[in-house]
């Protein structure tokens, strides 16, 4: 078998997606920052964006009374200001939700949005925030083992209008879940860990996601095993959008966005396809617009030569 390639496919486009926050804390006046970024920033900066992002937890990190919004419900309501950018969440926990009320919410969002949702959906991580809340909170394998079944579940309730399942920890019964969506949502696996994590995400995916964490030796140990995994389960890179979080203040000068850029194009090389920034809590657009005019622009300018 042919070795999986780093890049998804020479002939795609870089794609860039804006995370926004919804927690309120002290810099944002205890108010939803997302709130404000949708009065204020995205209208400014949407059309030179693919996708919109949004975190799934219950409350703050803090503090636990700290506003948070609910990571659906947010969706939805940035999906009717932006029609034309794609939706995804960063990610869900599948423990919070059953997965045939998942699979439903999913394919609802799909019919609403005109077929621009994913779901991005990982194991969970936050254990105070299951406890607190009622949920179970088993060992991470449990958890995979309980996502893959969570993810089976979804694509059955998708493209089946009398579907039933038994798995070793869910089960559905005939859990008809009408309209089907005409284009089923794909799904992007949020993880990291190594030994179970990433080779999920490269059985099951359609994207794969994870955080920069500063090093690049890091991701691309990650990036191989999930390469690996994909030949493993006989399946192509193109199969797997690559998707890198990161969190990091927009350019404030000419300097900033030349090393933002040099950065950027790095991360491209190694295998990048889809990029989810998190600029925290600008106070307007014009620093976005500079990353667009003096980082987006140019790194997709250059892209798109060199793949001409």
């Not at 869900?92 to 994913?118: E, I, W």
């Not at 390469?227 to 979080?245: A, G, P, Q």
Request: hydrophobic share 40%; aromatic share 12%; glycine share 6%.
């Amino acid at each position: 078998m042919q070795k999986a390639s780093k890049r998804k496919n020479s002939s795609d486009m870089v794609k860039f997606g804006w995370l926004s926050p919804v927690i309120g804390n002290q810099w944002s006046d205890f108010q939803p920052i997302v709130i404000k970024q949708c009065e204020l920033i995205l209208p400014e900066v949407a059309p030179h964006f693919d996708s919109v992002w949004i975190a799934d937890h219950f409350y703050g990190f803090d503090a636990p009374s700290d506003p948070f919004l609910e990571a659906w419900t947010t969706l939805t309501w940035v999906a009717a200001k932006f029609p034309n950018l794609d939706l995804c969440h960063h990610v869900l926990g599948h423990g919070y939700r059953p997965p045939a009320l998942t699979a439903k919410m999913a394919s609802t969002l799909q019919v609403l949005s005109g077929n621009r949702f994913t779901l991005g959906i990982g194991a969970g991580w936050r254990e105070e925030e299951y406890l607190a809340y009622g949920y179970e909170f088993p060992k991470p394998s449990i958890r995979f083992k309980q996502l893959e079944e969570v993810v089976e579940i979804c694509r059955l309730m998708w493209s089946n209008l009398d579907p039933s399942y038994e798995g070793n920890y869910f089960r559905i019964d005939h859990a008809s879940a009408p309209p089907l969506p005409d284009v089923p949502p794909k799904v992007c696996i949020g993880a990291a860990g190594e030994k179970i994590g990433l080779p999920l995400a490269a059985k099951l995916g359609d994207g794969w996601n994870t955080t920069w964490r500063g090093k690049l030796e890091s991701y691309r140990r990650k990036r191989d095993i999930v390469l690996e995994n994909i030949e493993k389960w006989d399946r192509r890179r193109s199969d797997v959008e690559f998707c890198l979080t990161i969190e990091r203040a927009l350019p404030a000068d000419d300097t900033d966005s030349q090393e933002f850029l040099e950065f950027l194009n790095t991360l491209v090389t190694e295998g990048v396809d889809h990029f989810v920034l998190d600029f925290g809590n600008p106070d307007h657009a014009d620093d976005a617009l500079r990353f667009i005019e003096e980082v987006m622009d140019p790194l997709r300018k250059s892209y798109n030569e060199i793949t001409s």
